[in-house]
């Protein structure tokens, strides 16, 4: 069974300027996560889909973050204008969901290392 | 507030031991608790999933318990190797259908 799928792996970018992360669930994977993990941190979660409508996205920075995931498959996050404090792991998790969020058990990507310098 | 604490932040070992890292939440109404394995610049491995109802959980060489009362889980590794090398992170869901709350992790080193 193929795991999530993420792209890129690494990406350097000067402040202000933007980047956009994608990623792939398992196959079936009704619910999507993103997750920013700060160095020496736990992850943090940014936003979680089921299918493609937004259940949680309190702790996403809107005025700079934005993400979406059209047709309840694929998923892109998107920055702009990034920040210094941006630096992270951004990582990305799906799990089954279904009947009252039942089979939560979640699998991550491989991650993307954002560098703002 | 809901929130995840793994002490100690570090611990080292001599292969072949046996060692214990410690999981703490506040809130014993939790929904399922989940145990992660992160090498160094790569992503979650997932290694145990515990649902409420469960006081237990085996794969391999690891056991992962859950006390709800007590707010507590444990992840016990036997005859540890220099491959467990690795952070370990403790995750609770405590509503069906929401996502994971993860503590900042507990990293090992075992030397041989």
């Known amino acids: 069974e193929a795991g999530v799928a993420q792209s890129p792996r690494y990406k350097i970018i000067e402040k202000r300027q933007s980047v956009a992360f994608w990623c792939n669930p398992i196959s079936g994977h009704a619910t999507l996560y993103w997750y920013q993990q700060i160095l020496g941190q736990g992850p943090k979660l940014l936003i979680q889909f089921q299918n493609n409508g937004v259940v949680d996205d309190s702790q996403l920075p809107k005025d700079r973050f934005s993400a979406e995931r059209l047709k309840g498959v694929d998923s892109t996050l998107k920055i702009q204008p990034a920040k210094l404090e941006d630096s992270a792991v951004y990582l990305c998790?799906?799990?089954?969901?279904?009947?009252?969020?039942?089979?939560?058990?979640?699998?991550f990507g491989q991650g993307t290392r954002l560098t703002v310098v | 507030k809901q929130e995840v604490t793994q002490i100690p932040a570090a611990l080292s070992v001599p292969e072949g031991e046996n060692l214990v890292l410690n999981c703490s939440f506040t809130?014993?109404?939790?929904?399922?608790l989940q145990w992660f394995r992160q090498d160094p610049g790569k992503g979650l491995t997932s290694l145990l999933l515990i649902q409420s109802s469960q006081r237990e959980q085996t794969s391999g060489r690891l056991n992962a318990s859950l006390d709800k009362s007590s707010g507590r889980s444990t992840l016990y590794i036997a005859a540890s190797q220099p491959g467990d090398s690795a952070t370990y992170l403790c995750a609770v869901t405590w509503q069906a259908g929401t996502a994971l709350i993860f503590g900042k992790g507990t990293t090992l080193s075992v030397s041989s």
């Open positions: 998790a799906s799990s089954m969901g279904g009947v009252q969020g039942a089979n939560t058990e979640a699998f």
């Open positions: 809130d014993s109404a939790i929904y399922n």
